[in-house]
């Protein structure tokens, strides 16, 4: 069975895999850990499409029962019926907003302070991530996200993101025993 969860930045869903996979014999595979190359500071570089869907598509592969967490929209369309559930995970974007800078804090430290490149990539990836919403923004988005779920070949279970984490946990789950039957 594979699972893939996904919705804006910040929303969740590396958390929510990592809960199921902790409680399951799920693998769970976060799609930044195939998008972006090993720097330091992380997220500086992108892995090529066709490279990044090969080594995405070796590790899945792997195992009988994956998590994929992340969005896959632009990674191809085999991926619409590469799930036998979906979960897209909504939160109220200031709450996601709060989150997403409180990780920048988190990951960058002084370096938001002393570093000007940072700077200006942490500002550039928060302008971007407040985007999500805008329904005529061309990046990852709410509109992309609904239009993707139309096409998914596979159950799409909606949470709201505001819920504790055992909550969102209890919902993946009973879907999976849901989609198992």
């Known amino acids: 069975m594979n699972i893939l969860i996904f919705g804006a930045s910040g929303s969740g869903t590396t958390t929510l895999g990592n809960s199921i996979a902790s409680q399951t014999d799920f693998m769970h595979l976060d799609v930044d850990n195939y998008y972006w190359k090993q720097t330091s500071p992380p997220f500086q570089e992108k892995i090529p499409l066709v490279q990044r ?5 070796t590790d899945f592969k792997k195992h009988k029962k994956v998590i994929i967490s992340g969005s896959m929209v632009s990674w191809g369309k ?9 979960v897209f995970i909504r939160l ?3 709450e996601r907003m709060k989150r997403l800078k409180n990780r920048e804090i988190e990951r960058y430290g002084e370096l938001l302070i002393t570093d000007k490149k940072t700077q200006q990539n942490s ?8 985007q999500y919403e805008n ?7 709410l ?12 159950s799409v279970l909606r949470i709201n993101g505001d819920l504790e984490l055992h909550k969102k946990t209890e ?9 198992n039957r």
């Open 53 to 57: 869907n090969k080594n995405l598509k």
């Open 92 to 94: 109220d974007n200031s």
């Open 143 to 154: 509109k992309i996200h609904n239009n993707w779920m139309d096409v998914l070949d596979c």
């Open 135 to 141: 329904p005529d923004f061309e990046g990852r988005s």
């Open 123 to 130: 500002k550039a990836f928060l302008e971007w991530a407040n």
């Open 171 to 179: 919902i993946v789950l009973r879907g999976i025993e849901n989609t």
């Open 78 to 86: 085999e991926w619409k019926s590469a799930f036998d559930l979906a």
